[in-house]
């Protein structure tokens, strides 16, 4: 991207101009709040036209509309009041982003709605792409938020048709365009990584990778268990969710445990109530510090024992549940301690469970079960989480002959 100077003050003390190719581009008046937005679009604006192939036309910067009764302003607020408590927690934090770190930093809160244009759209992208924050995918499921906040508001009469029309026309990043990275699909983790990464876990998180392996539900539904939520009134226990990233699926998921997930997650169901997370991080934590002490070899020192009665008036307070972060961090952790002790094990998460427990239902019962595990209403969803296709092939190509081998025989 060419460099380009901050905005200067003209000699009248009164406009901000930047000189880019030589030439003077005014901003607008010194001190506004639109100069800062004018001039980090201008430098996209420049940008865009510089990496083009083709000799690129005069730089203009975009014009206000006609209409400056509703801006971008007032757009994002009321959009943002109407989605917050309804929208998905996680999703509301993704147009959050999108409207404030990209939107809004290049859009001042005065610029009418209906001058935003397909241009100013890319420019936004194009911010996005030069952040290095996020993949392709990422990207264009971002441009999708901000176009349908435009069709929010064409539907509450505060955008024009044709803005949201014209929008919607942006095409999506494809694979490969300039300044864009795409993450390697995500594959299933071998079951002997998991077996070596088990002793160097907390327990409680032990339990949750093992439980996660065998029933292929999500790390945020391993991680929100309630003890409440656990039906065992039959041979097969009922876990049912109470949350879900398809918030219409509440209390409607059963995820079925049989007698090996029981064994392993009755021990931390005992002296607990209904709403009570069945693996909590302050039970990891009374585990570790159990651990310590059983495996302590000298006896403890004075001082020991002063830190010790002071940390007792101030203990330590841990969150109830695990999320996400934390229970993919503890599995991080765990590969670099056994590194430590010469023990390689190569990096996994989480959700490669998910990818593991499709694929062995895939081999082992086919697709339709595989489905039916993962809870998905498609097939066509269970093929990219199930693998178990490749080694059905392997082991066609293993036992395949050359039919036309015998046929020439014969002609013989």
């Known amino acids: 991207m060419p460099k380009t100077k901050p905005p200067k003050l003209c000699k009248d003390g009164k406009k901000a101009f930047v000189i880019i190719g030589g030439k003077k581009h005014y901003l607008g008046l010194w001190g506004s709040t639109e100069v800062k937005a004018e001039y980090a679009r201008f430098e996209l604006e420049w940008w865009e036209n510089y990496r083009s192939p083709a000799k690129a036309p005069p730089i203009t910067l975009l014009q206000q509309g006609d209409n400056a009764d509703t801006t971008i302003g007032l757009l994002v607020v009321n959009y943002l009041s109407h989605v917050e408590g309804t929208m998905h927690k996680k999703d509301f934090g993704h147009i959050r982003t999108a409207v404030f770190d990209f939107l809004l930093k290049l859009y001042s809160d005065n610029t009418p709605v209906d001058s935003f244009t397909p241009k100013s759209l890319k420019l936004v992208r194009t911010s996005m792409i030069q952040s290095h924050r996020f993949c392709r995918r990422v990207i264009n499921s971002y441009v999708k938020r901000i176009v349908a906040m435009f069709r929010w508001g064409m539907g509450e009469d505060i955008v024009a048709g044709s803005t949201w029309y014209a929008l919607k026309g942006v095409p999506a ?110 039970q990891a ?25 002071q940390r007792a008036k101030k203990p330590i307070q841990y969150t109830d549940f695990y999320d996400d972060d934390s229970y993919r961090k503890a599995i991080k952790y765990a590969i670099k301690a056994a590194a430590k002790e010469g023990v390689i094990i190569p990096h996994w998460t989480p959700y490669q469970l998910r990818h593991a427990a499709g694929t062995r239902a895939e081999k082992e019962h086919g697709l339709d079960a595989a489905q039916a595990l993962l809870h998905h209403t498609s097939a066509q969803m269970t093929k990219r989480y199930a693998h178990g296709r490749q080694v059905k092939t392997e082991n066609m190509a293993r036992n395949r002959r050359n039919p036309y081998e015998l046929k020439s025989k014969d002609i013989r």
């Open 285 to 309: 934590m009374k585990e570790r510090n159990a651990e310590k002490r059983a495996n302590r070899k000298t006896k403890i020192s004075p001082s020991q024992s002063a830190r010790d009665a």
């Open 173 to 282: 990043l494809r694979k490969g365009e300039q300044g864009t990275f795409d993450h390697a699909e995500r594959v299933e983790v071998p079951d002997h990584v998991v077996a070596l990464t088990l002793p160097f876990l907390p327990p409680v998180v032990s339990v949750m990778v093992q439980i996660q392996g065998m029933t292929g539900m999500r790390p945020t539904e391993v991680c929100i268990m309630r003890v409440g939520d656990v039906d065992r009134s039959g041979d097969v226990w009922k876990y049912r969710p109470k949350n879900h990233k398809t918030e219409e699926y509440i209390g409607k998921k059963v995820i079925d445990l049989g007698k090996d997930e029981q064994g392993l997650i009755a021990p931390y169901l005992i002296g607990k109530t209904a709403e009570q997370a069945v693996f909590s991080p302050a």
